[in-house]
């Protein structure tokens, strides 16, 4: 079998892994998350942010992480290429209106993220050493009962497959030799690409052998800068078109309905793109994020679901917008054939010539390492729940050689191998999260009072304590 036929096996698949049944899945699933929950996630938004500053922090809880960091964590393997590549992906298949429904499978990704992320903490189980850990693997094992197991040896491989570094590192690699190479007249090769993947890999082999301390300390001082440094760089393109943000949404809300810019009026085929694309910027119901949020140090599994659910909103709510605004005002997804990290590329060096590729390059160099960082913490974990957490260590091993292979693989295989891998692993984490849905409803109701009787007891001691003055 040759390279060429065997890409287009891998492809085929992803595109059949995508279809009906994980549509309802999901949107379905996230619904009804949404409903059963009598939309109680939404309305403490305020608390979640709060929980998320340290208000409620207690070093001596269960876990291995504080709650910023176990988010911080979690954005870093959603805030990445996803958000910056994989947009410019969609609007390049599916145009505009793709972005629409990225917003539509966040949205309901929020309840969703709440339910997957709390049942994380609820039922927590212990590694061969001992260790708490958190994850749908343990959420089933422990939640369902041991005759499950097979449905959690399932999730693990495929998560495995599913976090590994070959499309991030291939998109870094990417805009790298787009910047540092084509830009002086030399042709990007097999070898540059290479080079490129090798020193990636040293780089992230210094991380993550630290464990996930070193991962939580590195992404939460990473995260907020490269958050705020590609924000700041999308707002100025916005506002030196201020005139066509308008038109962009109002372009984007139409053609989700029409689907009649790249796909041919099917509806249908549109919504999958924007779905598939959504998938892999949050994960909502995916099972990495469960994983980071599992090791917070927290007794609490409500307060754990809440800071979950902040995650689509600020990866794709925010982040993706933004990135899809970029490449709609500039126009360059008409103009141009390209996908992918070139096609944003384009849209900066045109709105900040001169210096707008090398500021997108800073951005989505740290987008990319980031990412890098967190995904081998959720792949040992998976390693580590088949095999023994002393053998964890030969995965940070395979991981840091895939690298330097997603650098020299095309971008249309790598990503349906993700695409195809984040499919199956959503089978797993949504049956158990919808199966054990009625615990997370009771510990919810149970929450919510005692916060509500903490909140008026201060109230009255405020109120006091003012009169008394």
Known sequence: MSTEQLGSYIVAFSDLMWGTPLLVLLLGGGLFFLFYSRLAPLLYLKHAVEILMGRYDDPNEI?????????????????????VSGVAIAISTGGP??????????????????????????????????EVQGGPMYVIREGLG?????????????????????????QLSQILQDVILTKNGITPSFESSLIVGIIIAVLVGLVIFGGIQRIGAVTGKLVPFMVVVYIISVLYILFSNVTEIIPAFQ???????????????????LIIVGVRRAAFSNEAGIGTAPMAHGAAKTNEPIREGLVAMLGPIIDTIIICTMTALAIIITGVWVESDASGITLTTMAFEQSMQGFGSILLTISVSVFALTTLFAYPYYGTKSFAFLFGVKYQNIYKILYILAIPLGTVTSLGVVISIFDSAYA???????ISALLLAPKVRKAAK?????????????????????SDE
């Open 446 to 466: 149970v929450y919510f009072k005692k916060l509500k009787s903490s909140t008026l007891s201060e109230q009255l001691v405020h109120k006091k304590s003012s």
């Open 424 to 430: 199956l692993m959503a089978f797993p984490t949504m």
């Open 97 to 130: 209106g793709a972005m629409f429904w990225m917003w539509v499978s966040a949205m309901i990704g929020v309840s969703t993220k709440f339910f997957t992320c709390t049942l994380a903490v609820m039922y927590r189980g212990k590694d061969s050493a001992g």
């Open 63 to 83: 876990g291995q992480i504080n709650h910023y960091q176990a988010l911080s964590t979690a954005i870093a393997g959603t805030v990445g290429m996803g958000n």
């Open 251 to 269: 372009l984007i809300i139409h053609d989700a309905f029409t689907g009649d810019a790249l796909l041919g009026g099917s509806l249908g085929s």
């Open 146 to 170: 041991r005759r499950w197991q097979p449905l959690a040896v399932f999730f693990s491989i495929v998560a495995m497959i599913g976090v590994a570094p070959m499309f991030q590192a291939n």
